[in-house]
Each structure stands twice: as structure tokens, then as C-alpha cells.
């Protein structure tokens, strides 16, 4: 996830990456970040990426294309936990398409 829409993928900074491997993502179900569910924030290029200790995450809704596989956005809310810091807000993301 990026503060821009963009398709540059890793090449974006600031960005978070999410990496659920529970299939598929589950709606108004707390997504626990740890052993199984992994996070990383890549603040900038220079910098190596930094995992995250530990966190939840909430997606609320998903936003459906015509194609049931198309999600055109989502919102929720999170909790994160870096080394020495916790992150706590709410998000929204709005697709970018097929890039």
C-alpha cells in the first residue's frame, strides 16, 4: 500500500507491504501479523525494509468490480507494532485497476 495510486509497485516510497496468506481474505475478521500473516514498511529506498513485531489488521468492506475477482477498494483499520513503536489509525484504499 501506497499514499498514491500508482503501478510501480516496490519501487514506491513510502509503502507497507502486507503479506496474508490466509485465501481468501476474510471481511470484519481480525488478520493477525506475526508467524503466519507478515508486514514490512519500506520508508525509503536507501533503507532496508523494516518487518514488523507484531499487529492486527481489519479490512471492513471490499468494493467489487463487475468481475467478482476485481477489488476496487477497501477500508478498515490496524494496529501495528514496530520495534519500538505502535501504529494505530484507519485506512482506506482505492484500486488502481489492472496495471
Do not use: W
Amino acid at each position: 500500500m501506497t499514499q498514491k495510486k500508482t503501478c510501480e509497485g516496490r519501487r514506491s516510497y513510502p509503502r507497507l507491504e502486507i503479506d496474508i496468506r490466509e485465501q481468501p481474505v476474510p471481511v470484519r475478521k481480525t488478520i493477525v501479523i506475526g508467524p503466519d500473516n507478515l508486514a514490512f514498511t519500506c520508508l525509503n529506498p536507501e533503507k532496508s525494509c523494516e518487518q514488523l513485531v507484531s499487529g492486527e489488521l481489519v479490512f471492513e468492506h471490499f468494493e467489487g468490480k463487475s468481475k467478482k475477482t476485481e477489488i476496487s477498494g477497501t477500508d478498515g483499520h490496524y494496529e501495528l507494532r514496530f520495534g519500538t513503536r505502535t501504529e494505530r489509525g484507519s485506512f482506506k484504499v482505492d484500486g488502481v485497476g489492472m496495471c
